[in-house]
């Protein structure tokens, strides 16, 4: 997809990605950076109805298809950044999950090592206070 079919637009071949302009006013916050984002994507639309309505001037239509092109390009690899950070998260709570249960399996084991060893030595105290007993 990095360059497009011969014919379409001449050998037109996509400039590398830029981010979308974004006013101060949108930085402030990220509702209302989304909500820019959302009128930038429709201010596009409605220009390229306005443009393919309009067969009179190619160059602004070229511009258009650029500037789109550019869009999709960048919004692309916000989401494959996204995708990838979330599959690195996902990674980790699940090697998180599986050292607690691994935990958790050891601390079982203790438990029962203790209890054994508290009934044996309870056993052996019980025996050596008998023999004690039966010597007096």
């Known amino acids: 997809m990095s ?7 001449g050998d037109f071949t996509p400039p590398a990605p830029v981010p979308p302009v974004v006013s101060a006013s949108s930085a402030s916050s ?3 950076s ?6 930038s994507s429709r201010q596009s639309l409605k220009s390229l ?19 789109m092109y550019d869009n999709l390009k960048f919004e692309k690899e916000r989401a ?9 998260a996902i990674s980790y709570l699940k090697s998180i999950y599986e050292d607690k249960l ?23 105290g ?3 206070l008998q023999i004690v007993q039966d010597s007096i």
């Open 3 to 9: 360059t497009m079919e011969p014919g379409l637009l």
């Open 102 to 124: 691994r935990a958790l399996r050891e601390i079982s084991r203790l438990e029962e090592e203790l209890k054994s060893a508290y009934v044996s030595l309870y056993k052996s």
């Open 126 to 128: 019980s025996t050596f």
């Open 49 to 67: 109805e306005r443009l393919l309505g309009d067969d009179r001037d190619p160059r602004k239509l070229q511009k258009l298809v650029h500037k």
């Open 30 to 32: 990220s509702k209302s």
């Open 34 to 39: 989304n909500s820019s984002q959302g009128s």
């Open 80 to 88: 494959d950044c996204a995708d990838r950070r979330v599959s690195e």
